[in-house]
């Protein structure tokens, strides 16, 4: 069995928001190449998670299934297609002030990796676990996200790194003003991005992306209360203000 502690500059919770979204998987677990499919009840107990690993050329599809889960506080998975066979992963979260205590203890329960003694077993599960990849890409803005995930779906393995706690650079959103309202924080039209062939690529409709239009792209309220608009209809632009 091998055991890894480290502690992360966020909370529980939002370190649980990572583990809840399944296809954030290839982001944290080495060796996840790609991801294919999620269950819609993931985290919950049963759900799996369809990935392929290895790198291009040599990928193996596989699934991880949740066997265990105490959401907020820890997660157990049974990992097949882990680099020796079939290992059970037990994660745990530690709240230790505003951060928290990660935990991760594997062990092989099948394939060869039951076959090796435990010693060697944890010697092996070390140097899956040595950084090597095939790309590291800085910054999690539009740019590096895509540019990501195009590496990772041609099979490379891809370490995405970001300095601050959310991705999304200069196209994030946010929920500041009230929690139920999501607003930009930068950036807000997107028409190229909506013809990107880059962008198309990711088909990330698949996962829930939605396309929607502004009445009005945009506006700026003026001292009399009246509004200067920039409206698709020209005769509203320039009747505005
Ligand atoms: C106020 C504003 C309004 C805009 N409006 C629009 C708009 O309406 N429509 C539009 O198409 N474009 C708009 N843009 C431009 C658009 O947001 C940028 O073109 C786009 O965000 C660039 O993407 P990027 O990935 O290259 O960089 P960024 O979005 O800037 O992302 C870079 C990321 O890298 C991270 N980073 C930087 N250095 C490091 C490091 N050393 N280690 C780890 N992480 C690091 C940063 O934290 C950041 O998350 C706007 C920009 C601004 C600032």
């Known amino acids: 069995m091998t055991a890894t502690t480290r502690t992360v500059h966020a909370t529980p919770e939002q370190v649980w928001e990572v583990l809840a979204d399944g296809w954030l998987y290839p982001l944290w677990v080495v060796g996840a190449s790609r991801m294919r499919e999620v269950d819609d009840s993931w985290p919950a107990v049963g759900a799996k998670l369809h990935h392929s690993v290895g790198a291009w050329p040599l990928l193996l599809d596989d699934d ?20 020796m066979g ?25 394939g060869p990796g039951v076959l090796a003694p435990r010693p060697l077993r ?60 999501v607003h930009d924080t930068f950036s807000s039209f997107y028409p190229l991005a909506a013809v990107s062939p880059a962008i198309l690529g990711l088909d990330l409709e698949r996962h829930g992306l939605v396309w929607r239009r502004a009445p009005a792209p945009l506006g700026h309220p003026l001292p009399d209360g009246d509004w200067a608009l920039l409206h698709p209809d020209r005769d509203r632009t320039a009747a505005s203000g």
């Open 64 to 83: 991880t299934e949740v066997t265990d889960v105490t959401p907020g506080m820890s997660l157990t998975l049974r990992a097949r297609a882990w680099p």
């Open 86 to 110: 079939e290992a059970a992963v037990h994660l745990r979260l530690t709240a230790v002030g505003t951060e928290t205590e990660v935990s991760i203890e594997e062990d092989a329960v099948s």
């Open 122 to 181: 944890g010697a092996e599960s070390d140097r899956d676990h040595g950084m090597t990849w095939d790309a590291v890409v800085v910054g999690a803005g539009p740019n590096g996200l895509v540019a990501a995930n195009h590496l990772a779906d041609a099979g490379w393995t891809v370490l995405l790194v970001e300095a601050q706690p959310d991705v999304g650079g200069a196209v994030r959103s946010d929920r500041e003003v009230h929690p139920e309202f």
